[in-house]
């Protein structure tokens, strides 16, 4: 042990002297650390893939993507404190194990971090499950430009595993409600770096190409059963669950992915969607006191529809679009059934729809919804619901 009398000028000189170097060696370890994050093909951890005569049949291929660059933390009744996107990476994760015929591509984006405020560090974390196994774990850059999920999809395309007898392909988007316009501050580390539902429309693309389709896409956001967001990704999907109101957590519960191979058989994703929402359902019901509400879209059916109210609710989103940021908001969701204009006779066609009024407030005696989401004005409340019209041009 080194002993410094303050009073010594040559003691004053070793302690300087030893304070730059450790001050060196810490510049030292951080320069390394830096390199590390800055190197495009070392990962945090990488697991190797064992060789392909000794993986299983992939039956089944599940992508999530988990947005957490948000306000997720929450706190439970007993006051613990959690945060949603870590929990919907632990679930996720489950169901990767549970799951002995299924592939599983998990990315997690995350806030943006620095070491000693300085060094930026990997923002984004894939998994890649195989056969109920974990064979690659690795830590990679978002892409921080205008075009979204290129470095995600380029994951996909190295680990997917091409397989023509799969029985089902799903899709999991867990996050925040998604923009129909706009979408400026979606991501908390990066606000001016926009993304909407077209955005997202965009890296589904990416993942399935022109020419197929998901067989089901689960939207666990909130709003999610807009006419413009079903038009907008039904291109890329088969079945679409969603919630058409407030989703708590923004989160379902995915328990229903567990052992795939014993709950969706070839040709059974219809019936496998129902059994999905009506589980979120029953577990948001015995959990919340607000209002539940998830539907499943047969997006072939509900084409016609969507077709029929296009128009009009174009026309009232360029309305919303225009509305001022620093007045006060003048326009809300509602269910459509509450504006006539989206009344009409194919409204349920291809819709299955779980809902539960809320505990308490104005919507308490709310019976049912029709599982489409749209806008209004804030101030046609007062004239009756069901004569509301949308705005004009």
């Given at each position: 042990m080194l002993a410094?009398?303050?009073?010594?000028?040559n003691s004053r000189s070793v302690r300087g002297a030893v304070s730059s170097l450790l001050f060196r060696s810490g510049c030292a370890v951080a320069l390394v650390v830096l390199l590390s994050s800055c190197s495009a093909d070392l990962p945090v951890q990488r697991e190797a893939q064992p060789a392909e005569e000794g993986v299983g049949t992939v039956a089944y291929s599940i992508v999530c993507i988990i947005h957490g660059d948000g306000d997720y933390l929450y706190h439970d009744t007993s006051g613990n404190e959690y945060r949603a996107d870590e929990e919907a990476l632990a679930r996720a994760k489950r169901v990767a194990l549970q799951n002995p015929?299924?592939?599983?591509?998990?990315?997690?984006?995350k806030p943006k971090k620095s070491i000693l405020f300085l060094f930026p560090v990997r923002d984004g974390e894939f998994y890649y499950y195989r056969n109920g196994r974990l064979l690659a774990h690795e830590s990679y850059w978002r892409d921080h430009e205008q075009a979204h999920f290129i470095p995600e999809v380029g994951l996909y395309r190295r680990f997917h595993s091409e397989n023509h007898r799969e029985l089902a392909r799903l899709f999991l988007y867990c996050g925040q409600e998604i923009p129909e316009f706009g979408g400026a501050g979606y991501d908390a580390s990066y606000p001016d770096r926009p993304f909407t539902v077209h955005d997202l429309a965009d890296g589904l693309k990416g993942f399935i190409g022109?020419?197929?389709?998901?067989?089901?896409?689960?939207?666990?956001?909130?709003?999610?059963?807009t006419p413009y967001t079903i038009s907008a990704l039904g291109p890329f999907a088969r079945y679409i669950i969603a919630s058409p109101d407030n989703l708590h957590l923004s989160y379902f519960d995915i328990h229903s992915l567990d052992r795939l191979?014993?709950?969706l058989g070839e040709g059974e994703v219809p019936a496998f969607a129902k059994r999905f929402a009506q589980q979120s359902f029953d577990r948001l019901t015995r959990t919340v006191q607000t209002a539940v509400s998830v539907a499943v879209y047969d997006v072939d059916r509900v084409q016609g529809y969507l077709?029929?109210?296009k128009t009009v609710y174009s026309q009232m989103l360029t309305i919303v679009k225009g509305e001022p940021r620093a007045s006060p908001i003048a326009f809300e969701h509602c269910d459509c059934a509450e504006v006539r204009a989206y009344v009409l006779p194919a409204m349920s066609d291809g819709v299955d729809v779980f809902y539960r009024s809320a505990r308490f407030g104005r919507s308490k005696g709310k019976q049912n919804h029709s599982g489409w989401e749209c806008w209004r004005e804030r101030a046609s409340q007062s004239a009756g619901t069901r004569t509301s019209q949308p705005v004009s041009q």
């Amino acid at each position: 042990m080194l002993a410094f009398d303050m009073r010594d000028p040559n003691s004053r000189s070793v302690r300087g002297a030893v304070s730059s170097l450790l001050f060196r060696s810490g510049c030292a370890v951080a320069l390394v650390v830096l390199l590390s994050s800055c190197s495009a093909d070392l990962p945090v951890q990488r697991e190797a893939q064992p060789a392909e005569e000794g993986v299983g049949t992939v039956a089944y291929s599940i992508v999530c993507i988990i947005h957490g660059d948000g306000d997720y933390l929450y706190h439970d009744t007993s006051g613990n404190e959690y945060r949603a996107d870590e929990e919907a990476l632990a679930r996720a994760k489950r169901v990767a194990l549970q799951n002995p015929h299924a592939e599983v591509l998990i990315f997690h984006q995350k806030p943006k971090k620095s070491i000693l405020f300085l060094f930026p560090v990997r923002d984004g974390e894939f998994y890649y499950y195989r056969n109920g196994r974990l064979l690659a774990h690795e830590s990679y850059w978002r892409d921080h430009e205008q075009a979204h999920f290129i470095p995600e999809v380029g994951l996909y395309r190295r680990f997917h595993s091409e397989n023509h007898r799969e029985l089902a392909r799903l899709f999991l988007y867990c996050g925040q409600e998604i923009p129909e316009f706009g979408g400026a501050g979606y991501d908390a580390s990066y606000p001016d770096r926009p993304f909407t539902v077209h955005d997202l429309a965009d890296g589904l693309k990416g993942f399935i190409g022109d020419s197929a389709r998901f067989d089901l896409l689960v939207l666990s956001s909130c709003f999610g059963g807009t006419p413009y967001t079903i038009s907008a990704l039904g291109p890329f999907a088969r079945y679409i669950i969603a919630s058409p109101d407030n989703l708590h957590l923004s989160y379902f519960d995915i328990h229903s992915l567990d052992r795939l191979d014993l709950s969706l058989g070839e040709g059974e994703v219809p019936a496998f969607a129902k059994r999905f929402a009506q589980q979120s359902f029953d577990r948001l019901t015995r959990t919340v006191q607000t209002a539940v509400s998830v539907a499943v879209y047969d997006v072939d059916r509900v084409q016609g529809y969507l077709d029929s109210v296009k128009t009009v609710y174009s026309q009232m989103l360029t309305i919303v679009k225009g509305e001022p940021r620093a007045s006060p908001i003048a326009f809300e969701h509602c269910d459509c059934a509450e504006v006539r204009a989206y009344v009409l006779p194919a409204m349920s066609d291809g819709v299955d729809v779980f809902y539960r009024s809320a505990r308490f407030g104005r919507s308490k005696g709310k019976q049912n919804h029709s599982g489409w989401e749209c806008w209004r004005e804030r101030a046609s409340q007062s004239a009756g619901t069901r004569t509301s019209q949308p705005v004009s041009q």
